[in-house]
């Protein structure tokens, strides 16, 4: 996989004018930024680019303004950026036009710039061939490094890739290469765990997953909802009863494919959401009419580190249980401790990554411990339902010529 596209390795950078395609979509509270991951991941491709003497021309979108919105601009973000990198980082108040012009023209090699919010024009999103355009007079060559904006075919995310000579950065290189070892040439056996609250936006992910794993664990909400299909009473657990003929199907279309499912045995049960409410474990046949299931139980643990133990290759999508409140984080925070400890120990690779996942990883304190963790929510769930991700094909398209 990694093979089949061109990285910095291909490429002199040296004075030339690098059009770098980064995702600088950090979450921000009140001006302040609340996690610089994505900023951190790309510090090394811009480092490099910048080291060699290029010159670095940052092309991003923030949120999803409809036309020019101050609150969105990448500034602030832009100023943090080179508090993480160590380098000054200059920015134009447009990505088009005189303005994003003339910065570019006053950059010596080596300099980083940082362009505003792509999407405050419209032609972002469209992938607007006169945006496009205009955009590749800024630059000779597009380096994309933006896995975690891959899954749209916009301007800056695909557009310049027909435009320009292309190549991936060093965190779109890392992405690529740690999911090619989960799901495309995995070492065998695969585990995957997909969690989270629906069946209904999880659909294709398990469709796609039972095809290409060995064990699928499903935990989280979404897994009452298979309880369900199977006649298991869940009381007044979040359960998708429309869904119940969906959830039949990807059993059976596991089984036909040889992929174990590992459902819950028992559920911890609680009588209202909240942290700290009084619980308890109930075997499936007994899970109380009015009670609600909040985490996986004791002996689904069990069961799901064993199913653990067996693999090579994991990969998680999703939390087990209700883990931001305590104590349902007890399902996620002990299979998340097992695959840091199997993985520390050589015996697994543990690939994880979406918005919720990371946020699961970081609470039990094993994210560093994991094989590689993905900052993308959107393209890795796309990446794990086995759609084409066109931030990613044009540029095996430009590798082939
Ligand atoms: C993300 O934050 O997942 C990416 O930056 C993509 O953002 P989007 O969902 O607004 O396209
Ligand atoms: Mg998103």
């Given at each position: ?6 990285t ?6 040296s ?7 980064v995702?600088l979509n950090v ?8 996690d610089a ?5 790309i ?7 910048s080291?060699?003497g ?5 092309l991003a979108h923030?949120g999803?303004p ?14 943090a950026?080179?508090?993480v990198?160590g380098?000054?980082v ?10 994003a ?6 950059m010596?090699?080596g300099?980083?710039l940082?362009l505003?919010n792509?999407?405050?024009?419209p ?8 945006f496009?355009?205009e955009l ?9 490094d ?13 557009g310049?890739?027909?435009k ?12 690529l290469d740690a999911?090619g ?6 070492t ?5 765990i997909?969690?989270?609250a629906?069946v ?6 398990l469709e796609n997953l039972v095809?290409k ?11 009452n909802?298979?309880?369900?299909a199977?006649?298991?009473?869940v009381?007044?657990?979040l359960?998708?009863?429309?869904l119940a003929a969906t ?7 596991a ?12 559920a911890?049960?609680a009588?209202h959401?909240a942290?700290?409410?009084p ?5 499936l046949?007994a ?9 996986v139980?004791p002996?689904s643990?069990v069961?799901i580190?064993a ?6 290759t ?6 087990l249980?209700a883990?931001e ?7 996620t925070v002990?299979?998340?401790k ?7 120990a050589?015996k697994l690779?543990s690939?994880a990554g979406?918005g919720d ?7 039990a304190?094993v994210?560093?411990d994991?094989s590689?963790i993905s900052t993308?929510?959107?393209?890795f769930?796309?990446?794990?339902e ?14 082939k010529g």
């Amino acid at each position: 996989m990694t093979n089949s596209f061109r990285t910095l390795d291909d490429v002199n950078v040296s004075g030339k004018r690098v059009l770098v395609r980064v995702d600088l979509n950090v979450p921000m509270d009140n001006g302040r930024i609340t996690d610089a991951t994505r900023l951190e991941r790309i510090a090394p491709t811009v480092t490099e680019i910048s080291g060699k003497g290029g010159k670095v021309i940052l092309l991003a979108h923030f949120g999803r303004p409809k036309g020019v919105d101050p609150k969105l601009s990448l500034k602030p973000v832009a100023a943090a950026l080179a508090g993480v990198i160590g380098k000054p980082v200059a920015f134009a108040d447009d990505c088009i036009g005189d303005v994003a012009t003339k910065a570019v023209a006053a950059m010596q090699d080596g300099d980083i710039l940082c362009l505003e919010n792509t999407r405050f024009h419209p032609g972002e999103e469209k992938n607007d061939p006169a945006f496009v355009a205009e955009l590749a007079e800024l630059g000779d060559i597009w380096v994309n490094d933006a896995f975690s904006a891959a899954h749209r075919a916009h301007a800056t995310t695909e557009g310049l890739g027909h435009k320009l000579p292309a190549f991936a950065g060093r965190t779109m290189q890392a992405e690529l290469d740690a999911l090619g070892k989960a799901l495309d040439a995995p070492t065998r056996p695969v585990i995957a765990i997909v969690g989270g609250a629906k069946v209904s936006s999880k659909i294709d992910l398990l469709e796609n997953l039972v095809t290409k794993v060995d064990a699928l664990v499903i935990g989280g909400g979404m897994a009452n909802t298979f309880l369900h299909a199977q006649g298991i009473g869940v009381g007044k657990s979040l359960c998708e009863k429309d869904l119940a003929a969906t959830a039949l199907r990807i059993i059976d279309k596991a089984e036909a494919a040889g992929c174990a499912i590992i459902l819950p045995v028992d559920a911890v049960v609680a009588f209202h959401f909240a942290a700290n409410a009084p619980s308890q474990a109930y075997g499936l046949d007994a899970i109380p009419a009015d009670g609600m299931i909040l985490d996986v139980g004791p002996q689904s643990i069990v069961r799901i580190n064993a199913a653990i133990d067996d693999a090579a290759t994991l990969v998680w999508n999703g939390p087990l249980g209700a883990f931001e409140m305590t104590p349902f984080d007890t399902g996620t925070v002990s299979a998340a401790k097992h695959a840091a400890a199997r993985t520390k120990a050589r015996k697994l690779i543990s690939v994880a990554g979406g918005g919720d996942t990371v946020a699961a990883l970081n609470h039990a304190g094993v994210a560093d411990d994991f094989s590689y963790i993905s900052t993308a929510g959107g393209a890795f769930l796309e990446w794990m339902e086995g759609k084409p991700l066109p931030g990613v094909d044009v540029l095996r398209a430009a590798a082939k010529g």
